[in-house]
């Protein structure tokens, strides 16, 4: 089966070198090209990028024939991702391989840096085989700016985002109690141009792993479960053999830490989407699945891991996990408009996801074909800006889960800047936690500021949405407290 490349992107994550290199100042990068044809190579690259030239030159003479297609596009969606790039420097690591450079930028929509990763073919070693992108941390420093001219820039550069067609969504930004800012752009519907507003249902994607996260540990304070128990006591072999769950423990599957995979598979792709409402319709996806490592001995990011600890609840609490979510996690913390719907149901003020294209004369096409037909543990639900908003409210201030609780949640326990199905960024003065979510024409993400006090919901039907999010993280780097 032939998988275009947006789903490829949302359904394999590529990690082109360790996390953990790029979280960090003071990196050694190269202010000048290299030599030679490479160099050439990459100044043509750039060239490309900065303007409307086609990138059919450059991949004609300076690419990988059997790649070229995935290029252009790749090439296509980073023109439009960044409008345009400024050289930085080259990064060196001698952690890299031989036939691969990182070529450092900053690009002009969202004032971030970025890593862009090229793997030259071996033959000649300045064909271009493929890249990738991901952020890289800005190398010189910034100065500090105060709460009220950071809202000013957030509005000034969201609404502008918008206005050329690059964020569609909603966003707030809050500082404790006191929202900052709170506005919505963009089409919940395209067909029938359907504007989002602050109460627009947005596919919160891999954000939901968060209530899966607190549910988890409310079982724990209950006594019904110990984070080091291994998993065959509460998972059935007909979802994991049994050499297999006796080796895995809860903390290894809120780590992502298991060596299980992903549910994202060929047979899911293939399969009708229809086929997947509820957690016992995902056992055909898992009950093949290996463990790609020793549990405990590294890391992978895993749909499956964090489905199985649905199971694990539905088992303690006998309720469905729908359900218990809503009981013990959306009404205490007042989420008036979330949930887990149907996508053939004609849910009210519900956006759907698009997805930018070249292949109808649209510009873009809708993603009801692609994701799940209805989300769970792994992700897949709805909310608004406001319900994540309350959500952070509540579990700060322990409505949720004890403060014992939430430390367990909150603290690192890898080196990939992952707690217990929480996303834990280290920052001068504190750390900020809660999670990103992304899919073809999904991108969600929130952050909480726990020195400053900060919480950031962005949320959006555009795959491109989380570099909005990622623009407002440095400004709340840099936020006074």
């Known amino acids: 089966m032939k998988t275009n490349v947006s789903l490829k992107k949302c359904l394999i994550i590529i ?19 290299p030599l030679g044809k490479k160099g050439e190579v990459l100044k043509t690259f750039i060239e490309v990028i900065n303007s409307q030239k086609n990138e059919v030159e450059l991949l004609n003479t300076n690419s990988s024939k059997k790649n070229r297609n995935e290029v252009s596009e790749q090439i296509y969606e980073l023109k439009a991702l960044t409008g345009g790039i400024t050289f930085k420097g080259i990064f060196k ?24 990763s090229i793997t030259f073919d071996n033959k000649t070693d300045y064909n271009i085989e493929s890249f990738s992108q991901r952020l890289f941390p800005k190398q010189d420093e910034e100065r500090e700016i105060s709460s009220s001219k950071m809202i000013k820039i957030i509005s000034k550069r969201v609404k502008k985002l918008a206005d050329k067609d690059l964020f569609s969504g909603a966003v707030l930004v809050a500082k404790g109690n006191e929202i900052l800012y709170k506005k919505a752009f963009g089409e919940a519907s395209k067909r029938y141009h359907i504007a989002n507003n602050l109460d627009t249902k947005f596919n919160i994607a891999s954000v ?23 998993i065959d006591n509460y998972i059935a072999e007909s979802w994991l053999p049994k050499e297999i769950s006796k080796q895995i423990t809860i903390h290894h599957l809120l780590t992502h830490t298991s060596g299980l995979g992903n549910y994202f598979n060929e047979k899911f792709i293939n399969s009708s989407k229809e086929n997947f409402r509820n957690i016992n319709d995902f056992k055909s996806l898992i009950v093949n699945d290996t463990l790609k490592f020793e549990p405990g001995k590294g890391y992978y990011y895993s749909n499956i891991g964090v489905l199985l600890l649905g199971v694990i609840i539905e088992k303690l609490s006998g309720l469905d996990y729908e359900t218990y979510i809503k009981e013990n996690i959306h ?35 809708n993603n009801l074909f692609k994701h799940v037909i209805k989300g769970g543990p792994a992700g897949g639900g709805f909310s608004t800006v406001t319900d994540l908003y309350n959500f952070m409210l509540a579990l700060k201030n322990e409505k949720l889960v004890s403060k014992q609780s939430l430390e ?6 890898t080196p990939y800047r992952y707690g217990y199905c929480f996303e834990v960024k280290n920052t001068k003065i504190g750390k900020q936690v809660g999670h990103s979510g992304g899919f073809a024409g999904i991108n969600s993400e929130v952050i909480y500021d726990t020195s400053k006090d900060y919480i950031s919901v962005v949320l959006s039907n555009y795959e491109t949405g989380i570099n909005t999010s990622n623009f407002i993280r ?7 407290d």
């Open 331 to 365: 009404k205490p913390s007042n989420m008036t408009n979330s949930g887990f719907f149907d996508m053939d149901e004609p849910v009210e003020n519900l956006a759907i996801g698009y997805i930018k294209t070249r292949e109808n004369k649209y510009g873009w096409k």
């Open 93 to 116: 690591s001698r952690r890299l391989q031989e036939n691969q450079t990182i070529l450092i930028i900053e690009d002009k929509n969202y004032t971030l840096w970025r890593g862009i």
């Open 15 to 33: 990690l082109f070198i360790p996390i953990t290199i790029f979280s960090q100042r003071n990196l050694p990068i190269q202010k000048d090209f």
């Open 208 to 230: 939901g792993k968060m209530f899966t996260g607190v549910s988890i540990m409310q079982l724990k304070e209950k006594g019904k479960l110990k984070i080091e128990n291994t």
């Open 408 to 413: 367990l949640l909150w603290k690192r326990n």
């Open 474 to 480: 440095e400004l709340l780097n840099r936020v006074e």
